[in-house]
């Protein structure tokens, strides 16, 4: 078992660059979780395409967004909890089958990475919802952000605790609790802001997602992952 997983978002970035940032953190192969694997600002991305190029330049490429993506979107929209979805409905049938494929490349394969979306990871499924389940089973995540610096998944956790339930992280018997409740309330501010953003499309383009502290700002790029 390799427990050392990075994720990373493609973000605005282009093919070359893309290259250079797995290169930089050793990954071999990527793994695609987005819901809608097609970029209306970086098409490089679409699905058709990475599966193609990806390969060419000595990456494995595989794609899991069927049954990760669309349970991590109703778990955002709906603010639900994973086990609080019936386990008999289609949607967490498709994901616990991604799921366990996801667990068979970690567990077989090196130098892995997880592929979203936005550049920056806290405001992506691949922090709020896929880390916290990885991080319980003991692998050990990692986040290369746009600028190519890689912080730890406990850096942006206690980030999102301070800016979602104003509190600090310590190595109390409650931290455990502390930070469900915060990654309950992280997911439900970012569900917000998703759907305002939508209805702000609608009018014209939207700007920027400010942040619950409003000291950090992310472009609007995709709405999911």
């Known amino acids: 078992m390799h427990n050392k997983i990075i994720t990373i978002g ?6 070359s660059r893309f290259v250079e940032l797995l290169e930089a953190n050793q990954v071999e192969t990527l793994i695609d979780t987005r819901q809608f694997p097609v970029s209306r600002h970086n ?16 990456f494995q490429y595989v ?14 929209n709906t603010s639900i909890r994973l086990e609080e979805i019936n ?24 130098n892995i990475a997880i592929l979203g979306v936005r550049g920056d990871p806290f405001e992506s499924p691949r922090f ?11 692998f050990s995540i990692n986040h290369v952000l746009e600028d190519g610096q890689v912080i730890p998944n406990w850096q942006l956790e ?19 609790q502390i930070l469900q409740l ?10 917000n802001k998703n759907k305002a953003n939508k209805k702000a499309s ?14 950090r700002q992310l472009p609007f790029l995709d709405l999911v992952g």
């Open 63 to 76: 794609f899991l967004g069927n049954g990760l993506g669309n349970i991590q979107e109703r778990i955002l």
């Open 128 to 138: 709020y919802q896929l880390a916290p389940l990885l991080q319980g089973m003991g």
């Open 202 to 215: 609608l009018k014209g383009p939207p700007n920027t997602i400010d942040l619950q502290d409003h000291s």
């Open 87 to 110: 386990s008999n409905s289609p949607e967490f049938r498709a994901f616990s089958h991604d799921f366990g494929n996801l667990l068979a490349h970690l567990n077989s394969l090196e």
């Open 158 to 176: 206690v980030e999102m605790v301070r800016n979602s339930i104003n509190c600090e992280l310590t190595s109390s018997l409650h931290s455990k």
């Open 10 to 15: 493609h973000a605005s970035h282009d093919i």
């Open 182 to 191: 915060a990654y309950q309330t992280h997911r439900m501010v970012i569900a």
């Open 43 to 58: 098409p490089s991305f679409n699905r058709s395409k990475i599966s193609k190029w990806l390969p060419n330049e000595g």
